[in-house]
C-alpha cells in the first residue's frame, strides 16, 4: 500500500464526517446561512496566511531543487484558492482591513500552530502530510457534494465553491502533491509511517474542527 493510501484509509472516518457536517451539507443544498459563510471567509483567509507559511518552511527545508519549488508555487497562489476567496470578499464587502482585525478563532490558530510545529520540527514528507489533509479533503468534499446534489455546481452562490475544488486544475496540484509524498516515503519505515499517519490523522480532525467552529461562529 501506498503511503498517501495508507493516510487516507487511516482518516476515511473523518473525511465521511465532513459531508454529514451541517456547514457543508448547507453549501451542498444552497441553504447555508450567508452570515455563516462570510465568517468562515473571513478565518480562512487568516488560515491562509499561515498555511502559506507552512510551505514556505517545507521550501526551507527542501532537499532538492525541484521540492523546493514543489513547496513554493504554493506560497503566492495557494492552488487558486486566494482567488476564489477574492470573489466571495468582494460579494460579501469583506475589506482588507476587515481581514487584519479580525482575531483568529483558537481552533483556526491551533490549527496552524500544530502545522508549523510540524514544519519546523520535522521534514519534507510530515510537511506535506500536514497540508495534505486540508488540500484533499476539499476536493473529496466538493465532488461528494457534486455526487450527492448534481445543482450545487449551478447555485448562483455557492457554485464557484463548489466548482473551484472538482476543477481538473484542483485536483492536478493535489495529485502532485500526492505522488510526491508517496516517492519521499518510498522508503520509510513502519515507525515512520506511523508518524505521517498521526500528522495526517491530527490534521484532518483539525479541518472538522474548523467545520464546527464556522458553524458555531465561536470568535473565542
Given at each position: 500500500?501506498?503511503t498517501?493510501?495508507?493516510?487516507?484509509?487511516?482518516?476515511?472516518?473523518?473525511?465521511d464526517e465532513?459531508?454529514?457536517?451541517?456547514?457543508v451539507?448547507?453549501i451542498?443544498?444552497?441553504?447555508?446561512?450567508r452570515e455563516?459563510?462570510?465568517?468562515?471567509?473571513v478565518?480562512?483567509?487568516?488560515y491562509?496566511?499561515?498555511?502559506?507559511?507552512v510551505?514556505?518552511?517545507?521550501?526551507?527545508?527542501?532537499?532538492?531543487?525541484?521540492?523546493?519549488?514543489?513547496?513554493?508555487?504554493?506560497i503566492?497562489?495557494?492552488n487558486?484558492?486566494?482567488?476564489v476567496h477574492?470573489g466571495?470578499?468582494?460579494?460579501?464587502g469583506?475589506?482588507?482591513e476587515?481581514?487584519?482585525?479580525?482575531?483568529?478563532?483558537l481552533?483556526n490558530?491551533?490549527?496552524?500552530?500544530?502545522?508549523l510545529?510540524?514544519?519546523?520540527?520535522?521534514?519534507?514528507?510530515?510537511?506535506?502530510?500536514?497540508v495534505?489533509?486540508?488540500?484533499?479533503?476539499y476536493e473529496?468534499i466538493?465532488?461528494?457534494?457534486?455526487?450527492?446534489?448534481?445543482?450545487?455546481?449551478?447555485?448562483?452562490?455557492?457554485g464557484d465553491w463548489?466548482?473551484s475544488?472538482?476543477?481538473?486544475?484542483?485536483?492536478?496540484?493535489?495529485?502532485?502533491?500526492?505522488g510526491?509524498?508517496?516517492?519521499?516515503t518510498?522508503g520509510y519505515?513502519?515507525k515512520?509511517?506511523?508518524?505521517?499517519?498521526?500528522?495526517f490523522?491530527?490534521?484532518?480532525?483539525?479541518?472538522?474542527?474548523?467545520?464546527?467552529?464556522v458553524?458555531?461562529n465561536?470568535?473565542?
Amino acid at each position: 500500500m501506498k503511503t498517501t493510501e495508507m493516510l487516507f484509509s487511516g482518516a476515511a472516518d473523518i473525511f465521511d464526517e465532513y459531508n454529514r457536517h451541517p456547514f457543508v451539507l448547507g453549501i451542498q443544498d444552497g441553504t447555508l446561512d450567508r452570515e455563516k459563510f462570510r465568517y468562515y471567509i473571513v478565518q480562512d483567509c487568516l488560515y491562509l496566511e499561515d498555511y502559506a507559511k507552512v510551505f514556505a518552511v517545507g521550501t526551507a527545508k527542501a532537499q532538492t531543487l525541484r521540492i523546493a519549488n514543489l513547496f513554493a508555487q504554493y506560497i503566492p497562489v495557494m492552488n487558486g484558492e486566494l482567488d476564489v476567496h477574492k470573489g466571495y470578499l468582494a460579494r460579501l464587502g469583506v475589506t482588507e482591513e476587515e481581514i487584519a482585525s479580525t482575531p483568529r478563532a483558537l481552533a483556526n490558530l491551533s490549527y496552524t500552530s500544530y502545522m508549523l510545529r510540524i514544519a519546523y520540527e520535522y521534514g519534507e514528507a510530515e510537511i506535506l502530510a500536514a497540508v495534505l489533509a486540508c488540500a484533499y479533503s476539499y476536493e473529496v468534499i466538493a465532488k461528494r457534494i457534486v455526487a450527492a446534489y448534481p445543482e450545487a455546481v449551478s447555485h448562483e452562490f455557492y457554485g464557484d465553491w463548489v466548482r473551484s475544488y472538482i476543477s481538473e486544475e484542483y485536483s492536478a496540484h493535489n495529485a502532485e502533491l500526492i505522488g510526491v509524498l508517496d516517492e519521499l516515503t518510498a522508503g520509510y519505515t513502519e515507525k515512520q509511517q506511523k508518524k505521517l499517519a498521526e500528522i495526517f490523522r491530527v490534521s484532518a480532525r483539525y479541518e472538522l474542527c474548523f467545520w464546527d467552529m464556522v458553524w458555531s461562529n465561536c470568535r473565542e
